[in-house]
């Protein structure tokens, strides 16, 4: 499969707002996060689950209501589908890193600011620092267009590879757009399908 090169800022390596150790150090940097006005209305602040050293990466758009009671990212509806994507390749959420744009819930799940995405992202481009993957899928517009820093919609960019910053990015559907658009799901499958062929010829 033919990857697009793409100047996008997954590494943003020498203008990061933070450096740290390890992903604990991270978390505790981040702490009881008010650098936004979601720290108003939050519940818990949802930094992330999984492999801290995985080679595959997702990358979603924010917590919803389920992740910000429970503190971790992708245990609602959508998440019950994700599990069962990564189960259709041989994967569960212990495999791999799950992370979001923005680490605390939108009040009624409405789309991420300008300003909270500029707060909130220098936090996941040291996430993807840290943990290091040859892979990273991006779920749904917003963490793509953050990643590949393009305007285009994911319906034109989902289930192709994209090389960014030495990282091989593969947008797809968020889970939650086949909730409300059934005829999205085989669509997940399909990238899915493809995702695992990518691991396989990239030795992840």
Same mark, same amino acid.
């Given at each position: 499969?033919?990857?697009?090169?793409?100047?996008?800022? @997954?590494?943003?390596?020498?203008?990061?707002? =933070? $450096?740290?150790?390890? @992903?604990? $150090?991270?978390?505790?940097?981040?702490?009881?996060?008010?650098?936004?006005?979601?720290?108003?209305?939050?519940?818990?602040?949802? +930094?992330? &689950?999984?492999?801290?050293?995985?080679?595959?990466?997702?990358?979603?758009? $924010?917590?919803?209501? /389920?992740?910000?009671?429970?503190? *971790?990212? &992708? =245990?609602?509806?959508?998440?019950?589908? @994700?599990?069962?994507? @990564?189960?259709?390749?041989?994967?569960?959420?212990?495999?791999?890193?799950?992370? #979001?744009?923005?680490?605390?819930?939108?009040?009624? /799940?409405? #789309?991420?600011?300008?300003?909270?995405?500029?707060?909130?992202?220098? +936090?996941?481009? *040291?996430?993807?620092?840290?943990?290091?993957?040859?892979? =990273?899928?991006?779920?749904? /517009? &917003?963490?793509?267009?953050?990643?590949?820093?393009?305007?285009?919609?994911?319906?034109?960019?989902?289930?192709?590879?994209?090389?960014?910053?030495?990282?091989? =990015?593969?947008?797809? &559907?968020?889970?939650?757009?086949?909730?409300?658009?059934?005829?999205?799901?085989?669509?997940? +499958?399909?990238? +899915?399908?493809?995702?695992?062929?990518?691991?396989?010829?990239?030795?992840?």
């Amino acid at each position: 499969m033919a990857a697009d090169e793409r100047g996008g800022v @997954l590494g943003a390596g020498e203008t990061l707002a =933070v $450096a740290c150790q390890d @992903l604990d $150090a991270l978390s505790a940097h981040i702490g009881d996060c008010q650098r936004c006005d979601l720290a108003l209305t939050r519940t818990r602040l949802v +930094f992330g &689950f999984g492999d801290p050293h995985a080679k595959l990466m997702f990358i979603g758009e $924010a917590p919803g209501k /389920n992740e910000d009671l429970k503190g *971790e990212p &992708f =245990v609602g509806a959508a998440g019950k589908l @994700l599990d069962e994507l @990564l189960a259709s390749v041989g994967l569960d959420r212990h495999d791999v890193y799950i992370a #979001n744009v923005l680490k605390c819930r939108p009040p009624a /799940n409405r #789309n991420p600011k300008p300003d909270e995405i500029a707060t909130c992202t220098p +936090f996941l481009a *040291e996430q993807v620092a840290l943990i290091a993957p040859a892979v =990273v899928v991006t779920l749904g /517009n &917003f963490a793509t267009r953050y990643i590949l820093g393009t305007d285009e919609a994911i319906t034109q960019l989902r289930g192709n590879l994209y090389h960014v910053d030495g990282r091989q =990015v593969m947008p797809i &559907f968020h889970p939650a757009a086949a909730l409300y658009s059934p005829d999205k799901k085989q669509y997940l +499958f399909d990238d +899915f399908a493809r995702l695992r062929a990518v691991l396989d010829e990239s030795g992840a």
